[in-house]
T-cell receptor
Framework: KNQVEQSPQSLIILEGKNCTLQCNYTVSPFSNLRWYKQDTGRGPVSLTIMTFSENTKSNGRYTATLDADTKQSSLHITASQLSDSASYICVVSAQRAGNMLTFGGGTRLMVKP | EPEVTQTPSHQVTQMGQEVILRCVPISNHLYFYWYRQILGQKVEFLVS????????KSEIFDDQFSVERPDGSNFTLKIRSTKLEDSAMYFC???????????FGQGTRLTVV
């Protein structure tokens, strides 16, 4: 069964600090891995999409890594801001008709002043 | 910027009633999806739709659920006889042909009482 597990479940950091969120997946055959940001009560918004051949991808203060051999990914946030407070969800897509996405449970990040 | 729009933002219905959740995908997108998120749980895949037919559906998407593209712009999810456990946030998403990124709407919060 396809699964995506994230850690930690929640995280509190001070404004300006860095943090790293982890994702492990067992989705096969693998197509791509995405990180989404979801504010409470809102739809997920894409941060990065990584394919099998990509190891690192940056989007502003967000840097995602992917190790397709160990089936692990991380999302690093640098110089955190109060507006970074949200859930960060790791989502993996399998190579199959329908392009179904498997969502992780998310890491709820709170940035405090 | 084009976006996926969903209506209504919040729907309250009595158990056993039929509900129709509406979505307007981004205009040049041809792949459409419905996902749901029960409060405090992961986002779950319901169904994908392409070329006027269902591409893939999950175990959740039983006979109580149906999808339709009644015209060139709308994509609907119908729940025939709602149950208390159908209470959730329902997200519509769409993808452009040949692309991987899925764009999500803001969701419809369905409350079954």
């Amino acid at each position: 069964k396809n699964q995506v597990e994230q850690s930690p479940q929640s995280l509190i950091i001070l404004e300006g600090k860095n943090c790293t969120l982890q994702c492990n997946y067992t989705v096969s055959p693998f197509s791509n891995l995405r990180w989404y940001k979801q504010d409470t009560g809102r739809g997920p918004v894409s941060l990065t999409i990584m394919t099998f051949s990509e190891n690192t991808k940056s989007n502003g203060r967000y840097t995602a890594t992917l190790d397709a051999d160990t089936k692990q990914s991380s999302l690093h946030i640098t110089a955190s801001q109060l507006s970074d407070s949200a859930s960060y969800i790791c989502v993996v897509s399998a190579q199959r008709a329908g392009n179904m996405l498997t969502f992780g449970g998310g890491t709820r990040l709170m940035v405090k002043p | 910027e084009p976006e996926v729009t969903q209506t209504p933002s919040h729907q309250v219905t009595q158990m056993g009633q039929e509900v129709i959740l509406r979505c307007v995908p981004i205009s040049n997108h041809l792949y459409f999806y419905w996902y749901r998120q029960i409060l405090g749980q992961k986002v779950e895949f319901l169904v994908s739709f392409y070329n006027n037919e269902i591409s893939e559906k999950s175990e959740i998407f039983d006979d109580q659920f149906s999808v339709e593209r009644p015209d060139g712009s709308n994509f609907t999810l119908k729940i025939r006889s709602t149950k208390l456990e159908d209470s959730a946030m329902y997200f519509c998403a769409s993808t452009e042909t040949g692309k991987t990124e899925a764009f999500f709407g803001q969701g419809t919060r369905l409350t079954v009482v």
